[in-house]
């Protein structure tokens, strides 16, 4: 099975600073289509979860542009600029490339 | 509006079964993927399983071989899973997603359910 392996584990970030989180999968996520299938998922106290990035940097309907996805091969990164109060919840990565599908740990982004 | 309900969640004893049951609506649903990812009480995502839009590809975690099985009737835009034996290590919240292959190629999972709960203890 791959590893997704995110850090840190948790974040705490100041409102208007911006944010990352990193994902480092134990194989490569490129697939034979030539992208790299590694999705960005976030769950907000209480809610469901929800995508945020697919394919690596493809912002998902409706996701602010604040948001942004990056990276290729075994090395991703999840970047959150101008962090506002209703970002707080927890940030997971996901494989898509390999069955069964992994996530990671998942990182815990809290307003300081 | 797009939009994925559970049902079935229930208190059941260690070694029952459960069927679990989530209704699309929104979107054509004999074209997508749909997949079952669990969640244990304060615990991170855990990927369950998934099946293609057709039915054709049957996927499981490992670890629920043999005692899970997914299904849909795609005339009733409803996806299943059945599970049997049930241990208490199967306590958890299940959501089905929408995805992440569909009809238009590897969109991620971008449509999920509320959940539903399944506590297994005696």
């Known amino acids: 099975d791959i590893v997704m392996t995110q850090s840190p584990l948790s974040l705490p970030v100041t409102p208007g600073e911006s944010a990352s989180i990193s994902c480092r999968s134990s194989q490569s996520l490129l697939h034979s289509n030539g992208y790299d299938c590694l999705d960005w998922y976030v769950q907000k106290p209480g809610q469901s979860p929800q995508l945020l990035i697919y394919l690596s940097s493809n912002r998902a309907s409706g996701v602010p542009d604040r948001f942004s996805g990056s990276g290729s091969g075994t090395d991703f990164t999840l970047r959150i600029s101008r962090v506002e109060a209703e970002d707080v919840g927890v940030y997971y990565c996901?494989?898509?490339?390999?069955?069964?599908?992994?996530f990671g740990q998942g990182t815990k982004l809290e307003i300081k | 509006e797009v939009q994925l309900v559970e049902s079935g969640g229930d208190l059941i004893q260690p070694g029952g079964s459960l069927r679990l049951a989530c209704v699309a609506s929104g979107f054509t649903f004999s074209t997508d993927d749909m997949t079952w990812v669990r969640q244990a009480p304060g615990k991170g995502l855990e990927w369950v399983s998934v099946m293609s839009g057709r039915g054709d590809h049957i996927y499981y975690a490992d670890s629920l071989k043999g005692r899970f099985t997914i299904s849909r009737d795609n005339s009733k835009n409803t996806l299943y899973l059945q599970m049997n034996s049930l241990r208490v290590e199967d306590t958890a919240v299940y959501y089905c997603?929408?995805?992440?292959?569909?009809?238009?190629?590897?969109?991620?999972?971008?449509?999920w359910g509320h959940g539903t709960t399944v506590t297994v203890s005696s």
């Open positions: 997603a929408k995805g992440p292959w569909g009809g238009l190629g590897y969109v991620g999972m971008d449509v």
């Open positions: 996901m494989q898509g490339v390999q069955i069964p599908r992994t």
